[in-house]
């Protein structure tokens, strides 16, 4: 089993960035893909970007790609999102998710675990 703990959303202005962090347990952390993925009311959750066991792979969606950015600190069992230029369109709740393995995906249903969501609003 994955616990997630997502934090660092907030209310900002279009431009603006932020930086979320995703602390996970429950499994060595390099045998653990992360991923990011957002959700609209009424909707569908989204991929953002992922990253894998290793560290050594990285994806993103092509509306996020140049701006945002997932690494992770395995001294400190976490995984950030940097957040640059932040868009109107980005605002959502963010959600971190892991899968055991350290291969990572597209899609959602490729993660089991799920943290609860932090809220990203940015405004224009």
């Known amino acids: 089993q994955v616990q997630l703990v997502e934090s660092g959303g907030g209310l900002v202005q279009a431009g603006d960035s932020l930086r979320l962090s995703c602390v996970g347990s429950?499994?060595?952390?390099?045998?653990?893909?992360i991923g990011w993925f957002r959700q609209s009311p009424g909707k569908d959750s989204e991929f953002v970007a992922a990253i894998s066991g290793s560290g050594g792979m990285t994806l993103y969606a092509d509306s996020v790609k140049g701006r945002f950015i997932v690494s992770r600190d395995y001294a400190k069992n976490t995984v950030y999102l940097q957040m640059n230029s932040l868009k109107p369109d980005d605002t959502a709740v963010y959600y971190c998710?892991?899968?055991?393995?350290?291969?990572?995906?597209?899609?959602?249903?490729?993660?089991?675990?799920w943290g609860q969501g932090t809220q990203v609003t940015a405004s224009s």
């Open positions: 998710v892991a899968r055991q393995g350290v291969e990572i995906y597209y899609s959602s249903a490729m993660y089991a675990y």
């Open positions: 429950g499994r060595p952390f390099r045998t653990v893909a």
